[in-house]
């Protein structure tokens, strides 16, 4: 796995401090398309960002939101179709939603990934366009999903002159190229935690982590 060179990380450095914009204000798509693996993140992300990658972190981070897990059987009883269904799941949001007020957590700067594929190749630009879609992360407290609030309609991946023949070749084949698609931002407030169930699995826990994104990094492997 090859690793970012001093200079891209150089100069990423100098960009740390400040969320990435298009000049008015909204966070841009258009990010570069760096090589490396998920141990770089911490050089490549502002100080204080807590990364939420793997279960285990997530986990913690949810411990010092809510505590511990709801018991999802009670909240789920007799499924959908149980008359106290819904009305259990709307005191269970509210309910959280106060207790967890003024919690350090809170305000915490977050990095989720989302997954990320190569599409079409832009000339003009000298990039690829990105499709993305959530991970799903199975966890003590159930399933969780990251939700992103204002993530930019247009997102492109920048890859260096080198990088971007090669990848233009592997794409021309056919091949599938594959990214992560690393979003940082913190909690909105006011709708931090959704707990919900799971459409594929009957009764399993859904947690929604709602995220207004501050930038975009994309991470080829």
């Known amino acids: 796995m090859n690793a ?25 798509g258009t990010r570069p398309l760096l090589r490396g693996d998920r141990e770089k993140l911490p050089a490549l992300l502002p100080s204080d960002t807590h990364l939420l990658l793997e279960a285990g972190a997530i986990e913690k981070f949810l411990d010092g939101l809510d505590g511990a897990p709801p018991d999802w059987a009670v909240v789920y009883g007799h499924g959908h179709h149980d008359p106290g269904h819904d009305e259990r799941l709307f005191n269970l949001n509210r309910e959280r939603d106060a207790k967890r007020e003024g919690k350090p957590a809170l305000q915490w700067r977050v990095a989720f990934a989302w997954y990320g594929d190569l599409s079409d190749f832009d000339p003009k630009a000298g990039g690829f366009r990105v499709t993305i879609g959530p991970k799903f992360t199975q966890t003590r407290w159930g399933v969780v999903r990251f939700k992103a609030d204002e993530l930019p309609g247009n997102l492109m991946a920048i890859p260096n002159p080198g990088l971007r023949e090669s990848l233009r070749r592997k794409f021309e084949k056919g091949e599938r190229i594959e990214i992560d698609v690393v979003m940082t931002g913190r909690l909105i407030p006011e709708e931090s935690l959704v707990y919900d169930f799971s459409h594929e699995e009957e009764g399993r826990g859904l947690i929604m982590p709602v995220v207004r994104i501050e930038r975009i990094d994309y991470l080829l492997p």
């Open 4 to 28: 970012w060179s001093p200079a891209v990380v150089g100069l990423t450095g100098l960009l740390l401090a400040a969320p990435v914009t298009a000049g008015d204000g909204e966070v841009t």
